[in-house]
């Protein structure tokens, strides 16, 4: 009996057809060029109107021939990509792979050795350029984005796209969902009186233009809305989605911008006191999770070395807790702090008035205009957070919040069963998060009680907003799990 030849299934997956604009050979010595020749003053002129420059047109005119000259420059063209595809595989290699099957199929011996030998050699110089370029990611230690890209190619990491991204209805949808705060947002906002490479590589030349356009900025408080629009492409937190809320907003912002608030930034951390809000361990230089971590077990380990003692620890979870500040709220803040009333009201003006679409696959969603919340994408934002929260602080000498951006813990020192104290921290913090329009989550927000004494008693769980929040043995804090015996 003849038995059938097995051919095993082989599921293929196909080639996928991308644009991407690429920088030829002389692109950025022709870009610099471009902008050398340009009279800038120009577009100033342009703008200006019985001597008062116009910030919006002036702004969107120059980004406007940035964009035309960048594309002037680069080329764009559709390349095939394979989910299969080995790292290092050139076009050469590609080239030498379909000779050789061509010359198999002709029988010529002395051709087919003479063929797999090129194609020895093109493999051999393609591993080594892709050793290269691999190497090339890690010289620079203070750049972390190429490092992460170094990392990528080693893992040979390919991201997925979402799988709904003919759903012509979900950016509109998540829009809505990420704007949801701003019909809770009833307070005005009231003035008081008074691209990567082409910016790195085109620096000198477009120095002065962007100078003039952030001193016209500052001194009027204004930010130009083609800065402040931003493009949000969601990204899957879980391989299954079934709610809006399993997207992470990712959010594109202007490059130019960037660069402005880094000198903004710059200038407010001089403004501030060394010694603010000593137990926020995020944004600050030479602190991270590691001495939060540090921190939270040495203040529980001191005072369970005393007799009679145990501790609570409140991990408490926020809503979208950037995505809820009140820029009017964080203004009154930062006047408090010293800030200058020029510089808040630019702050306040940044904050205010933002467009912002969704952007999923060939897709983009209305565009919405935002006036809460702090988009996160941006350099600023951030620090503007930590500063809206900086007076969030423990009254009572026993309690302890500790902070790593939005991951707040609250600590409670507790002496001889007297939960008293910190009962009482924890209504006070629950009051000032609906003072400053943060929402807490009180289903993801636990509690884990650290009690090592020999007679082991039950502890009552605590109530926020008229639910009982979850006891836990176990937790994962800042990355690191705990259990409640701290080991």
């Known amino acids: ?12 997956s196909k080639p996928l057809l991308k644009q991407v604009r690429t920088w030829p050979a002389g692109a950025i010595s022709a870009l610099q060029d471009c902008f050398e020749q340009k009279t800038w003053i120009a577009f100033k ?3 200006t109107d019985g001597g008062t420059v116009n910030l919006e047109e002036y702004s969107a005119s120059v980004t406007g021939y940035i964009s035309k000259c960048i594309d002037d420059v680069t080329v764009s063209k559709t390349i095939t990509t394979r989910p299969n595809q ?52 890690f010289k620079d230690t203070g750049d972390t984005r190429h490092m992460w890209e170094g990392i990528q190619a080693i893992t040979n990491y390919r991201k997925t796209s979402p799988s709904c991204d003919s759903d012509t209805t979900l950016p509109d949808a998540l829009n809505d969902f990420y704007a949801r705060f701003e019909a809770q947002n009833n307070v005005a906002a009231k003035k008081r009186p008074s691209l990567r490479k082409m910016t790195r590589e085109c620096a000198d030349q477009l120095a002065d233009v962007l100078t003039d356009i952030f001193n016209i900025s500052l001194s009027c408080t204004v930010v130009p809305t083609c800065f402040k629009t931003t493009t949000i492409i969601p990204v899957p937190k879980k391989p299954m989605v079934s709610c809006l809320n399993h997207y992470c907003p990712v959010t594109l912002t202007s490059i130019i911008m960037k660069c402005f608030e880094r000198l903004v930034m710059r200038h407010i951390k001089t403004q501030l006191p060394p010694s ?19 921190t939270t077990l040495h203040l529980a380990l001191t005072h369970l070395d005393k007799k009679g003692t145990y501790v609570r620890m409140l991990f408490i979870d926020f809503s979208s807790a950037f995505d809820t500040t009140v820029p009017q709220h964080l203004i009154g803040k930062l006047s408090l702090l010293g800030l200058n009333t020029s510089l808040c009201n630019w702050i306040l003006d940044f904050l205010s008035g933002r467009p912002q679409s969704v952007w999923i696959g060939s897709s983009t969603s209305n565009t919405t205009t935002l006036s809460t919340g702090a988009p996160q994408g941006s350099v600023i934002s951030p620090l503007l957070f930590t500063l809206l929260t900086h007076d969030c602080a423990a009254m009572h000498s026993s309690n302890h919040i500790i902070k790593f951006a939005d991951d707040t813990t609250v600590v409670g020192l507790i002496n001889k069963d007297n939960e008293s104290a910190y009962r009482e921290g924890v209504r006070e913090l629950v009051s000032w998060c609906k003072v400053n329009n943060l929402y807490l989550n009180v289903d993801k927000t636990k509690e884990m009680v650290v009690d090592l004494r020999r007679a082991r008693r039950d502890h009552s769980p605590l109530a926020i907003n008229g639910s009982s929040v979850e006891i836990v043995k176990n937790i994962k804090f800042l990355g690191v799990h705990l259990v409640e015996n701290l080991t």
Do not use: W
């Open 1 to 12: 009996m003849l038995i059938p030849a097995y051919r095993p299934i082989i599921r293929c």
């Open 276 to 294: 603010l809000d000593p137990l926020q361990f995020a944004y600050h230089s030479n602190r991270s999770t590691d001495d939060a971590i540090s």
């Open 86 to 137: 080995k790292p290092g595989m050139t076009a050469e290699v590609r080239m030498q792979l379909r000779t050789r099957d061509s010359t198999f199929r002709t029988g010529d011996r002395e051709a087919l050795r003479k063929t797999r030998a090129k194609l020895s050699r093109a493999l051999r110089e393609a591993k080594c350029a892709h050793a290269q370029r691999i190497h090339g990611h």
């Open 45 to 47: 002129e342009a703008a």
